[in-house]
Every structure is written in C-alpha cells, then in structure tokens.
C-alpha cells in the first residue's frame, strides 16, 4: 500500500511562487489520484504493494502486462509529486552541502550553469512532463527531462531534484508562462534535501 506522504508545509507557504489554491488541488487531486490508482492496479499483487516505489519503477519492464501501464503512469506520478514536493520548501534555502556543490562545479561548471541547463530543459519540454537533476549509475550529475508521469527511476538513474512542468502545477497563477514560474520556482529550491537526496543516490 502507498501512502501519500504529508507535506513539510502548509498549502498557502509556498505563495507568492506557488499559490495555496494551486497546492491544494495538486497535492489533495493530482497526488492523491496517482496514489490511489496506483494501489488500486496493484490490487492482490501483495509482492508489488509491499515494494518500495523506486523498486517497483526499476523493475517496470518487469511486471505484469496487466498492470505495466497504470504503474508507469500512476507509480511514476506517485513518485514523481514526492520528490517535487520534497525539493520546495517556503522561502527556499541555500544549504547546499560541499558535496554537492563541488560535484556541481565539476559536471555543470556552477549553480549558475545548472540553473541555466535546467530551467531550459523544463521550459522545452513540450507537453507535459518533468524536468530533473539526476545522479546516474557512475556518480556523475546530469539534467534530463521525461514525458508525462515518467520517472526516471525507469531508466536505472536517481532524480535528486525534480520540477513538475504540467500545467496543473502553475496555470492558475502563471497562465501559458512556463518560464516565469521556472524562474520563480527556482528561489523556493530546498537544497538541504536535495543535498540529502544526493547523498543518499551515491553508490
Ligand atoms: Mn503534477
């Protein structure tokens, strides 16, 4: 059974970037959707419910056909919002471990290139999607964006950061303008957990 993990904030603290209505309907609609299909599918597969979801993703060649494409969905969008969720915090914060910073030094050339790199692949993405920082199966950093509710745990790779690029995550506020909630979104980044999160991914 997956659970939908409690936020670290209320709705209305991410506001001016992200507004409390916006929080609300994505994290009690959108989140709790994807985490209530996603245990629905996986009804009498006991193996697969009691799996960590990073696992169940690495494995979605794996499963059964009946249930492959509601994980790759639904599984991916449960894992997805946590991690999204998880890299905001109010106000954002510059604590970035040494680690981190010196492994984004060498793979980007700086926090500034990386923001650069990343907010152009999220704002390109066509459709929807997401766009992430990953820590591949070699340590290196690296960004990539993925289609839809596609995790890039499918791939064998470990996102450390993630930015929801749907609409439902900035219409309200932003409209049609992708780039400036990027650029917004930016500023509330959590880089104690991402920190953490990149600790946690070297092998
Ligand atoms: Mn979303």
């Known amino acids: 059974m997956y659970l939908l993990p ?3 904030y209320n709705f209305d603290q991410l506001a001016p970037v992200i507004d409390a209505k916006t929080v609300e309907i994505h994290y ?3 989140h709790q959707g994807y985490t209530d299909k996603l245990n629905a599918v996986l009804e009498g597969h006991e193996d697969l419910l009691q799996m960590d979801i990073t ?4 494995k979605i060649d794996e499963l059964p056909e ?3 494409p509601s994980v790759r969905n639904n599984g991916g969008g449960y894992s ?3 991690i999204y969720w998880d890299t905001m915090t109010p106000g954002g914060n510059d604590m970035i471990s040494h680690e981190l910073r010196a492994a984004i030094k060498v793979d980007f050339g700086g926090v500034d290139a990386l923001k650069e790199k990343l907010l152009s692949e999220a704002a390109s993405r066509f459709g ?3 766009a992430w920082l990953i820590v591949d199966a070699n340590n290196n950093l690296s960004v990539i964006s993925t289609p839809n509710q596609d995790s890039p745990y499918m791939e064998g790779i470990t996102p450390i ?7 439902h995550a900035y219409y309200l506020n932003y409209q049609n303008r992708r ?6 979104w930016w500023g509330i980044i959590d880089w104690k957990a991402v920190s953490d999160r990149y600790a946690e991914a070297l092998v």
Do not use: F, I, M, Q
Not at 55 to 58: A, I, V
Not at 161 to 167: A, F, I, P
């Open 6 to 8: 409690k936020l670290k």
């Open 28 to 30: 009690t609609k959108h």
């Open 55 to 58: 696992e169940l993703l690495s």
């Open 66 to 68: 009946g249930v492959r």
């Open 80 to 82: 997805n919002h946590n």
């Open 128 to 130: 929807s999607g997401w």
């Open 161 to 167: 950061l993630g930015v929801d690029v749907w609409e």
């Open 179 to 184: 780039p400036d909630y990027l650029e917004a």
